[in-house]
């Protein structure tokens, strides 16, 4: 039976890595904290020691990673997946980062005779606990299509968006997009509170009419509730528009908008909030 890898075991990696031993897969882990291996080990997979040795084992080789900077290091440290890497092996990451480190770790993989796809996800934690994940890939095709069945146990749109970086930069643009979202929320309730008004009459009304939305309807109740508990922590969604921006300035494309939505995001994060839900942004405003 074909072996699997998955590296990174944060709120996203470690039910999705869950999703993959429950389907049946054979999966070895690895995660810079090895305790948060303990239980998936407990399900049947197994643990290796470092990067390298899952990428050596394994078939296909998936990660789902914080940063760009922790995306590299995997790959490039001592004991990386590149050091493990030979032909015709896999790469699949799922990790949010910008185009061009997508791309130069495509170009490393590629250079040791393996193949590399990148698949960053849209969703939090919820979707990637019941494999309804959005999953943006772009890569190598043949990659692609060895990996789709695992794929499927993700998410429940995976769409191929051609050459490498096509997937890192949809990925930006639709966090660009949400965090922009949760930032006009985030004002509206407090503006609506400080107004007089019910803050759930007006998300009762949001749900009724043109505005209505999954991401309003959830977070919004949560920030009711002061439900803050992190489903995609508020610093790395600071991290996404940061990136976005850049990509706006290596383009040549303003984004007045989200740039001052990042700003408020990093006084949030500088408030102490980053470990925090993204809708804790509300904190700041209220």
């Known amino acids: 039976m074909q072996q699997y ?9 470690s039910a999705m890595a869950r999703n993959l031993i429950t389907a049946g897969y054979q999966v070895t882990l690895w995660n810079r904290n090895p305790e948060k291996c303990r239980e998936l080990e407990a399900l049947g997979a197994m643990v290796a020691n470092s990067p390298a040795r899952v990428a050596a084992h394994c078939h296909i080789t998936f990660a789902m990673l914080a940063d760009p900077a922790a995306a590299r290091a995997v790959c490039f440290g001592e004991e990386g997946v590149l050091a493990g890497m030979t032909t015709g092996k896999g790469y699949v990451d799922f990790s949010t980062v910008d185009a061009a480190t997508s791309q130069e770790i495509g170009a490393a993989i590629t250079a040791k005779g393996g193949r590399f796809l990148e698949a960053p996800v849209s969703g939090s934690r919820k979707p990637a606990e019941d494999g309804t994940l959005i999953i943006l890939t772009a890569g190598e095709r043949t990659l692609y299509d060895e990996a789709l069945p695992c794929l499927e146990k993700l998410g429940k ?3 191929y968006l ?5 997937g890192a930069k949809m990925k930006l643009v639709v966090n660009m997009i949400m965090g922009g979202m949760m930032a006009n929320l985030c004002e509206g309730l407090a503006l609506g509170a400080k107004a007089g008004l019910v803050p759930a009459e007006l998300l009762d009304i949001l749900e009724s009419g043109a505005v209505a939305n999954p991401l309003f309807r959830l977070k919004g109740g949560n920030i009711l509730a002061g439900n803050f508990a992190p489903a995609f922590p508020l610093k790395h969604m600071q991290k996404d528009l940061r990136l976005a921006v850049e990509l706006g300035d290596r383009l040549g494309q303003p984004l007045p908008c989200a740039a001052a939505v990042n700003e408020r995001f990093k006084e949030a994060k500088k408030e102490g909030f980053g470990e925090e839900d993204f809708s804790a942004l509300y904190k700041t405003v209220s």
Not at 162 to 166: L, Q
């Open 5 to 13: 890898g998955f590296i990174g075991l944060g709120i996203m990696g």
């Open 157 to 159: 749109k995976i769409l």
């Open 162 to 166: 051609g050459e490498g970086g096509n």
